[in-house]
């Protein structure tokens, strides 16, 4: 899963950058920089479900159960 998001999201910046050559080096700098942070926010969302469901052997804590988070 994480693999399928990675490469689309690699996909969507190579093609922005293969067609919007002439942006300026500000908008590049922040297509990178969104990129480089959406794959680091997957990366860690794959881990914490990862390490909830699968590795710890506890119960899910009681905040995600009751979805207090919203």
């Known amino acids: 899963m994480l693999r399928l998001v990675i490469r689309l999201l690699f996909i969507q910046t190579y093609v922005y950058y293969m067609h919007h050559s002439e942006d300026t080096s500000v908008i590049k ?3 990178a920089a969104i990129w ?7 990366s860690f969302m ?3 479900l990862y390490y909830y469901l699968v590795k710890s052997k506890r119960p899910l804590p009681v905040a995600v159960v009751l979805n ?3």
């Open 29 to 31: 700098l922040t297509v």
């Open 36 to 42: 480089l942070f959406d794959t680091l926010h997957v």
């Open 46 to 48: 794959c881990y914490t």
């Open 68 to 70: 207090r988070y919203r």
